[in-house]
DNA sequence: CAAGCCTCATGACAAATGTCATTATCTTCT
DNA sequence: AGAAGATAATGACATTTGTCATGAGGCTTG
């Protein structure tokens, strides 16, 4: 079983390895210590499993995990984590990652590495366990009202993240086209950007892209 | 500790309020038949828990619980569920549901209300356990390729998701304007959409809002 | 080799978008 | 009563965006 080693910290990478090729099954193809390696390595030795860290100085896990999986969906990649940092989870779930764990639990890497081999999903109980609570506080988070957005520019904000054009808006709203270009106008210039496409992906990333 | 009961089936709300009404900490303040009544509902005796189906006719559980939420952002629901649908299961955590569980568990609902009216988070074994795959699923599973999109239409997808202008995209690619503009043409005819912001919402949906 | 893709480019054009100035009504708070 | 803010509208304007026609060069595959 091939595998590809990345993590920020050296000396993480190489006790890994060391662990891993002392079973007879795995074997350690290539290591890196930056995501921004991980696409590159993986196009080259198209390994059975990317064991990944999440958190990364230039690349980050998560952004390297998503270029491999945009070209490469069916990439088994284990992504790992030295605490649970909340706010990753999730953005790893939704990523399709195959796994995520803590580097503590090392007696557990090897059988899990194995697991998400055989096409199994594999995420720590602490994690699982956690996830309700940390659905429920990630979609919220921006306070349009202080960053004083009316109501009424609010529902031009949601609509516009449905992707209608002014004249629908206009119409969904009983308003003049004019009258919603003036609403836009305003928004962008209280949330400092630039154009609807922007305003909308904005208000998908804060809301958590969905609904 | 006060409880309403929404669901399509008279019967069910029937049975459930029978069962909860015997403890005597619980009492059932109201029912209905639909979710479009739970707002108001909610509004008129502001209930410690609201136990509702997931599924109904016309306004369903998840529609419901958006409009109480959006009015009362503490309030605690209790989604209810037939068979565990994996669609819904998603939603409901975002959203902010504080409990979802089958009904079939009837010996447990009396206890899981009395979690969330404390404060808790209840999700049934069964459901959180399958959470990793659901999200996994949902997320990716567009398949550009497969629609005629090729690998430099996908990096103009992906940096019209960033919101950049065209002219952003081009320096960022060494292109000139006009050939993003084609691209750009050539993407929202293959994919079915009518500008940069439907392109941008779609591609943030479909890979889970990030990056 | 020819047909078919992908890449990249131009120019022209219509439509949509965003900005600005200005006006008006209504409500709320002081 | 007056100030402030939300709501709604208009017209004018420059810019951006999306469409279309057209063409060139490159790579691959039958």
Chains 1, 2 share one sequence.
Request: charged fraction near 25%.
């Amino acid at each position: 079983m091939k595998l590809i080693l990345i993590d920020d910290d050296q000396l993480v990478v190489s006790a890994l390895k060391m662990i891993l090729e002392a079973l007879p099954d795995l074997t350690v193809a290539a290591t890196a210590n930056d995501g921004s390696e991980a696409l590159r390595l993986y196009k080259e030795h198209r390994p059975d499993v990317l064991l990944m860290d999440i958190r990364m100085e230039k690349t980050d896990g998560l952004e390297a995990a998503a270029q491999v999986l945009s070209q490469f969906p069916d990439a088994r990649i284990l992504l790992l984590t030295t605490f649970s940092d909340d706010e990753y989870i999730i953005k790893a779930l939704r990523l399709g990652a195959k796994g995520y764990l803590l580097k503590q639990d090392y007696q557990n890497i090897a059988p899990a590495v194995r697991a998400v081999f055989s096409g199994q999903t594999v995420f720590g109980d602490e994690i699982t366990s956690r996830i309700p609570e940390l659905m429920a506080q990630a979609p919220s988070g921006f306070d349009y009202e202080a960053h004083g957005i009316s109501e009424r520019e609010l529902e031009v904000i949601r609509l516009t993240a449905e992707g209608l054009s002014n004249r629908e808006i206009a119409s969904r709203l009983y308003l003049s086209e004019g009258t919603v270009r003036n609403y836009l106008s305003s928004i962008l210039d209280k949330l400092e950007l630039r154009d609807r496409t922007q305003l909308a992906v904005f208000y998908l990333r804060k809301q958590g892209g969905f609904l």
